[in-house]
């Protein structure tokens, strides 16, 4: 069971579509929903300098264009996997599904990439059907179509 979730994603009609279909499939215990990849390195910071690993998330969905931030979604994973520890299942969840993109998410640490639709629900229980495989390490990049 994924614990606990960070959604990184600048659209408030997403937030409630992904927090729904989290509680009817009985995905986590704990959800937090912002909206900038500079908030979330923020978090990031702020938990690697205090030692703090209790209130950090298991699981990080990170939109690959954050309106309003200063980088991108796959910047933001580069920088929580190589600067504040490589210890969270984290990845993409975008409407583009672009290889390119998705290169780079790889290129930066990202274990999966979700395609972002007001029908989540199917791709979030294959997800959950996989995340203990993302959380031992040992599974391969996958995009959820």
């Known amino acids: 069971m994924v614990e606990s979730i960070l959604l990184v994603d600048d659209e408030d009609l997403f937030h409630l579509v992904f927090e729904d279909a989290c509680s009817l499939l009985d995905i986590t215990l704990s959800l937090q929903a912002i909206h900038s990849a500079d908030e979330a390195e923020k978090m990031f910071k702020k938990w690697f300098e205090e030692g703090n690993t209790a209130d950090k998330p298991k699981c990080v969905f990170v939109d690959l264009n954050i309106i309003g931030s200063s980088f991108d979604g796959i910047e933001l994973i580069r920088r929580i996997n190589f600067q504040y520890g490589n210890h969270v299942v984290i990845g993409i969840?975008?409407?583009s599904n672009e290889r390119e993109e998705q290169a780079k998410a790889?290129?930066?640490g990202a274990q999966?990439?979700?395609?972002?639709?007001?029908e989540i629900e199917p791709r979030l229980v294959?997800?959950?059907k996989d995340y203990p495989t993302y959380e031992a390490r040992t599974a391969a990049f996958k995009i959820y179509k």
């Open 93 to 95: 969840i975008s409407s």
């Open 106 to 108: 790889i290129q930066a």
């Open 112 to 118: 999966f990439w979700i395609i972002k639709s007001d």
């Open 126 to 128: 294959e997800f959950k």
